[in-house]
């Protein structure tokens, strides 16, 4: 069998292992191993295989590791509007109990309503800033 088939086999491998696990840098590995493949059609040694598949798959995960280090964090669901299209929407509150509730109306339902930390309950209209469970956490206009 020749050298390049053998990293045919431990790319597809690796490509095999990646779609089982979910593990993104195990595709960066798997772009080095064809390198490597790459490298055995061209009629390179053993040796210069084994560097540029190391080279290759090596600075991939690296150059994969730089990006998502320098994206932002992703946000929590409840708090997400591309995930939860309640977040953002406004619900008018008439009347706050005293443990910091409030019942209101919102798309044919009641809602219990709280108020994120540093707001002063006070009637009016309010933003939905996130979704706990079967409650709405709100912030004042």
């Known amino acids: 069998m020749d050298d390049s088939t053998l990293w045919w ?35 390179a040694d053993m040796a210069v295989q084994l560097v540029v598949a190391a080279v290759v798959g090596g600075g991939a995960v690296f150059a994969c590791y730089l990006v998502r280090r320098r994206s932002p964090g992703v946000q929590p669901a409840a708090s997400n509007r591309d995930v939860n299209l309640d977040v953002g929407e406004t619900v008018q509150v008439d009347a706050w109990n005293p443990d910091g509730t409030a019942q209101v109306r919102y ?33 004042k206009i």
Do not use: C, K
Request: hydrophobic letters at 55%.
């Open 9 to 43: 086999l431990m790319t597809g491998a690796a490509i095999v292992a990646e779609l089982l696990t979910g593990t993104f840098y195990l595709l960066m590995l798997a772009i080095g191993l064809a390198a490597g493949a790459l490298a055995a059609h061209l009629g």
């Open 107 to 139: 798309r044919g339902a009641q809602w219990t309503v709280l108020l994120r930390p540093g707001n002063a309950p006070s009637p009016g209209l309010h933003r939905v800033a996130e979704v706990v469970g079967s409650r709405l956490l709100v912030d």
